[in-house]
């Protein structure tokens, strides 16, 4: 960002200083229009010395010169000065070669107050003198002579040039410095606000910006630590409301499991008694015993996922060796994917992948994912279990040629009481929590688990867990 808001500072500056040039040479342009058109009209080159000239000096009429403020002067070849009217800047008298000379040298001058135009007769040998005050003027010519080449041309344009390449580099480096000079007062402070930015983006809600300036970016850091602790509130609020979201369904779930169970036990009790009993009220009870059945569930799945989310809940970790675990938590289900009719294909190495686990969870991960298999697939179906080591992780891979699931309800099944199919849950007693369950303790155990899955296409389960 600073080099670029650095680069369009430099790149304007240049634009500045090429638009300035252009300007000053129209402008050089400009004033030698203006001084051709003021030429014509200036009284010096009205009444020129060559202009008034006559062979005869008497004859010269000084009132052309006199009467617009200027002065005639007549030197003859003697340097004597035989006639003077009007404004005099040479003296009076008789002349020395030296004193001559050195009026002739300062006429030509640049910045004198006058305008000198001298004449000279050949024929009677004298010199004639216009002198004209000078309002204001501005002595800057080049001149350059075309008929006779002077030897100095190359070394006189070499000067030239490279004074001009001086120019263009000097200005290009301050042009540069100031750029980088003036995008340091903009890039500063948008780099703190873009890390706060940042920071404010990732979480870290208590981050403020202080730019100690007192400019628009004053205002932009106002509007932005305002939003911030806005955020921060909001956030704050949001937390305690899911803080007692959590502790309200613990306590709840917590204190409905005894009545449900005393309901599912005398419901159960009265179904088993000896004596005959009315059949529609046999059904009455078998009714009442099944939905205690499937509210307890849901409630035992709800009281666990809150527990899990609460902060107080640790896991046993202990070190296992996930590839015997695995032999041994399988080998567990055998009789029921026999009973379900399945077949069963399990991949596990012999050598030894050690990792931290707690046993007790791990169990209900794999309860859940086979219990799902059983519940919703025929028979028929087969079921195989992949282990293998993969970048520092023991990935376990739990596959089915079952129904598979929905693309559109797949992606988000490990969410709380997302159900394929509602009507099918309410027959198997499904609660729509147990995915979430499975998801919340491989996260828990610093691993992940996700699904690829689609219509009649099976489900597949790959759960990645770090390895010591």
Request: glycine content about 4%; charged content about 25%.
């Amino acid at each position: 960002m600073k080099s670029k808001i650095a680069n369009q500072f430099f790149t304007n500056y240049l634009i500045v200083f090429v638009i300035s040039i252009i300007a000053a040479l129209s402008t050089a342009a400009l004033l030698s229009f203006a001084d051709s058109v003021i030429s014509n009209t200036l009284v010096k080159n009205k009444y020129t010395a060559d202009s008034i000239m006559q062979d005869d000096y008497r004859k010269i009429d000084p009132n052309l010169v006199t009467d617009h403020g200027g002065g005639v002067q007549i030197v003859n070849e003697n340097l004597e000065v035989v006639f003077s009217d009007g404004l005099n800047v040479i003296g009076n008298g008789i002349l020395t070669t030296e004193e001559f000379t050195d009026f002739l040298i300062q006429s030509k001058s640049k910045g004198i107050p006058y305008n000198i135009d001298i004449q000279y007769n050949t024929e009677e040998n004298f010199w004639l003198i216009v002198t004209f005050p000078t309002s204001i003027r501005i002595d800057f010519a080049i001149a350059h002579n075309k008929d006779i080449p002077s030897e100095d041309m190359d070394s006189v344009i070499g000067v030239i040039v490279a004074v001009i390449m001086f120019y263009i580099i000097l200005l290009t480096i301050c042009a540069m410095a100031y750029s980088k000079l003036t995008a340091v007062h903009i890039t500063t402070p948008l780099k703190k606000l873009t890390e706060s930015t940042r920071q404010l983006r990732n979480g870290e809600y208590t981050t403020r910006v202080n730019l100690n300036l007192k400019n628009e970016f004053a205002e932009l850091q106002d509007t932005f630590n305002a939003m911030a602790e806005q955020t921060e509130h909001e956030i704050s609020l949001r937390k305690q409301s899911e803080e007692n979201r959590k502790k309200l369904i613990l306590d709840i779930s917590h204190d409905l499991k005894n009545p449900l169970s005393i309901i599912s036990g005398y419901s159960e009790l009265c179904l088993k008694k000896q004596e005959p009993v009315d059949k529609e009220l046999t059904d009455y009870l078998s009714i009442i015993y099944d939905n205690s059945i499937r509210a307890n569930k849901l409630l035992t799945n709800l009281f666990e996922l809150s527990k899990l989310e609460s902060a107080e809940f640790h896991l046993k970790l202990n070190r296992e060796d996930i590839c015997e675990y695995m032999r041994e938590t399988m080998g567990n289900y055998l009789p029921a994917l026999d009973d379900a009719g399945f077949t069963y294909k399990f991949d596990i190495p012999e050598q030894e992948i050690f990792t931290v686990i707690d046993r007790e969870q791990m169990n209900r991960i794999f309860a859940n994912l086979v219990d799902n298999t059983i519940k919703y697939n025929d028979r028929g179906t087969d079921v195989s279990v992949h282990v293998r080591e993969e970048n520092s992780q023991a990935i376990i891979i739990f596959k089915d040629s079952g129904v598979g699931i929905p693309y559109d309800t797949a992606k988000d099944i490990f969410s709380p009481f997302v159900r394929v199919d509602a009507s099918r849950n309410s027959q198997t007693g499904g609660t729509g929590l147990g995915l979430s369950i499975v998801q919340m303790i491989i996260q828990k155990h610093g691993g992940s688990i996700s699904l690829n899955t689609d219509t009649h296409a099976g489900c597949e389960f790959e759960i990645r867990i770090p390895i010591i």
